[in-house]
């Protein structure tokens, strides 16, 4: 139980303190809410707006966490204030957990602008909310654990954020966002299947639009088993790096 | 608490009232990075409600001994006891009875005092009503209350230093760790700070002090280890390392007027004491064994003059500290003057 205290106390912090700021609420639902609105005045039929969705939702997630979490760590390890946390009398796998639970928290409500934006010009009937929702948490929790991952790897804030752009734009193009893997470079295409951005993309698209490349039950556990791995691969550098 | 009534319970306890059961332990103790070995097989222990003092220059392993006692870094060899039960491998549960209070303030900038304090509590599990309680009593007592809604990037140095340590102790622990805790920051916060140790030391808390200031270890620790370049080069009382360094006896007699003659009759009486007329006022007699004040008074009054005030002459710490390590306390004094800049 009293970890659990301290769990909690580790995610309303940040909340708090970083992601409910306003500029980062702003930034939540501007970024989605312009691209949405970017493609509405280019799209000529409601179809291509429930088209784009998917992609809109991945993206949103993926830029709400990434580089959030990346910056706010970086930016504790350069105070000295993550120190605090390495001493109290949490498991590290916890702590961990807990401190990038308010980013997956924060992925998820960046999904929700564009979903709330298109329900207003769109029908969205027909869509499988069930794998939506799943799909929503498993790229929240895999960008985060990204993030995670070069916060490990940087000393300084404007590292973490240029190495999460050395990811994320990539990432973009590669992982049948807006441009179908399909339509790729055949020497690019095996790129994207190791992303894991592209397996929750895809069931997005199978669960919005029914046109997914892969099958959902093999997107699920792939895109878990990025998650997890993602998640131990960092905590092995963290307890490597930051626990000399 | 006063600085007089901390010399008052420092001295008490030099004396030999204290609990003698070992609070933590470290057995040959290594830390090596890479080619540097920081820690060079350190092995001490800390007495139940003890103020256990390290004392070395910058880069002596000050701090990473501190970081190996308190998790925040792997021994490269060596054990750990705390209570008596080894945590070296998983310190996560000896963390629990631990209070750690770092060189440099590492709360968070942007929450203010009272939530620094509760959010450090329910890292340690304890509920809300609880740790809310306690935040307050902590900001009282350390005279904070005014500033409980400041953030804490707006607090001065020693206002930062104290709610730091607040912060170190609103769990309660059983063992405090202060790295260099009055570095950097003002006379009057730094004097306060050393009577809210004694304080929380009179109320049962064992405390891990590292210091490069000689008179603060002086004054606040019943036992001291001197640390230079990783190694532990001497551990004992004030008393004890004094005693230890103590060859002759020095006695200092004040007297009204001391002329050549007075001093001339005294060295024929007493040749086992070399005496010395350091100034007009005063004799210094220097004696490999003990020095009798009697005789010594009854010939000065024969010389007609009158002796005002007598007292032996210690070692300082600070002469005993540059004895055994060779440290020129000069270089500690610039070294500490670098890091107040």
């Not at chain 1, 312009?34 to 429930?50: G, K, V």
């Not at chain 1, 308010?102 to 709330?116: D, K, Q, S």
């Not at chain 1, 088993?225 to 000399?244: D, E, H, P, Q, Y």
């Given at each position: 139980m009293s970890s659990w205290t301290a769990f909690r106390a580790i995610v309303a912090k940040d909340m708090k303190t970083y992601y409910l700021k306003p500029p980062n609420i702003?930034?939540?639902?501007?970024?989605?809410?312009?691209?949405?609105?970017?493609?509405?005045?280019?799209?000529?039929?409601?179809?291509?707006?429930?088209?784009?969705?998917?992609?809109v939702i991945a993206m949103s997630i993926l830029f709400g966490t990434t580089s959030m979490l990346a910056v706010t760590i970086t930016f504790?390890?350069?105070?000295?204030?993550?120190?605090?946390?390495?001493?109290?009398?949490?498991?590290l796998g916890l702590l961990m957990l807990a401190k990038t639970g308010?980013?997956?928290?924060?992925?998820?409500?960046?999904?929700?602008?564009?979903?709330?934006?298109?329900?207003?010009?769109?029908?969205?009937?027909?869509?499988?909310?069930?794998?939506v929702i799943g799909s929503i948490l498993l790229i929240a929790a895999t960008s985060t654990f990204l993030g995670l991952f070069i916060s490990v790897a940087v000393h300084e804030v404007f590292e973490a954020q240029t190495f999460s752009n050395f990811f994320r734009f990539p990432m973009l193009f590669l992982c049948g966002l807006f441009i179908p893997i399909s339509a790729l470079p055949v020497f690019l295409r095996p790129l994207s299947f190791?992303?894991?951005?592209?397996?929750?993309a895809d069931i997005l698209k199978a669960a919005v639009n029914g046109d997914g490349l892969l099958p959902l039950w093999l997107s699920f556990p792939v895109l878990l088993?990025?998650?997890?791995?993602?998640?131990?691969?960092?905590?092995?550098?963290?307890?490597?790096?930051?626990?000399? | 608490m006063s600085d007089q009534r901390a010399e008052s319970v420092s001295a008490r306890l030099q004396d030999g009232?204290?609990?003698?059961?070992?609070?933590?332990?470290?057995?040959?103790?290594?830390?090596?990075?890479?080619?540097?070995?920081?820690?060079?097989?350190?092995?001490?222990?800390?007495?139940?409600?003890?103020?256990?003092?390290?004392?070395?220059p910058n880069g002596a392993g000050k701090t990473t001994t501190i970081n190996l006692l308190t998790g925040l870094a792997r021994p490269t060899s060596g054990t750990m006891f705390l209570e008596g039960r080894e945590y070296t491998a998983h310190p996560k549960q000896a963390q629990a009875l631990m209070g750690i209070v770092p060189d440099e303030s590492n709360l968070y900038d942007e929450l203010d005092g009272f939530q620094n304090l509760t959010f450090c509590a329910a890292l340690y599990g304890i509920d809300k009503t609880e740790r809310e309680a306690r935040a307050r009593a902590l900001l009282e007592q350390f005279s904070l209350k005014q500033a409980e809604k400041r953030p804490f990037r707006a607090y001065s140095k020693g206002m930062k230093r104290k709610l730091t340590i607040a912060a170190g102790i609103i769990h309660r622990?059983?063992?405090?760790?202060?790295?260099?805790?009055?570095?950097?920051?003002?006379?009057?916060s730094a004097r306060q700070i050393r009577s809210l140790i004694v304080e929380l030391n009179s109320h049962g808390t064992t405390v891990f002090l590292t210091t490069h200031y000689i008179e603060e270890a002086e004054r606040l620790c019943h036992r001291i280890a001197f640390i230079v370049g990783g190694r532990l080069v001497r551990i004992g009382s004030l008393e004890e390392l004094m005693k230890e360094h103590?060859?002759?006896?020095?006695?200092?007699?004040?007297?009204?007027?001391?002329g050549a003659k007075l001093a001339d009759s005294l060295r024929q009486r007493f040749p086992r004491y070399a005496v010395h007329r350091p100034d007009e006022r005063h004799l210094r007699l220097v004696s490999d064994g003990s020095i009798e004040l009697l005789p010594l008074l009854g010939a000065v009054a024969e010389g007609g003059a009158e002796v005002t005030e007598a007292k032996l002459i210690r070692p300082t710490l600070e002469e005993v500290f540059v004895r055994v390590t060779g440290i020129e306390s000069g270089l500690m004094r610039q070294e500490r003057e670098g890091k107040k800049k």
């Open positions: 702003s930034w939540g639902l501007i970024f989605p809410f312009a691209w949405m609105l970017m493609f509405y005045l280019r799209s000529r039929t409601p179809l291509d707006i429930r088209a784009l969705l998917p992609g504790e390890r350069r105070s000295r204030s993550f120190e605090r946390l390495l001493l109290a009398p949490l498991e308010g980013a997956i928290l924060f992925g998820m409500l960046n999904a929700l602008a564009p979903i709330v934006v298109a329900a207003f010009v769109v029908d969205l009937s027909g869509v499988l909310w069930p794998a190791a992303f894991p951005l592209t397996y929750g088993l990025f998650a997890v791995g993602l998640f131990l691969f960092s905590l092995r550098n963290i307890k490597r790096k930051w626990v000399l | 009232v204290r609990p003698a059961a070992e609070m933590l332990r470290a057995d040959n103790l290594v830390k090596r990075f890479e080619a540097v070995t920081a820690v060079n097989g350190a092995s001490f222990s800390v007495h139940r409600g003890e103020i256990f003092g390290f004392l070395g622990p059983k063992i405090l760790f202060l790295d260099e805790p009055t570095t950097g920051i003002d006379v009057a103590q060859q002759e006896t020095v006695l200092e007699l004040a007297v009204e007027q001391v």
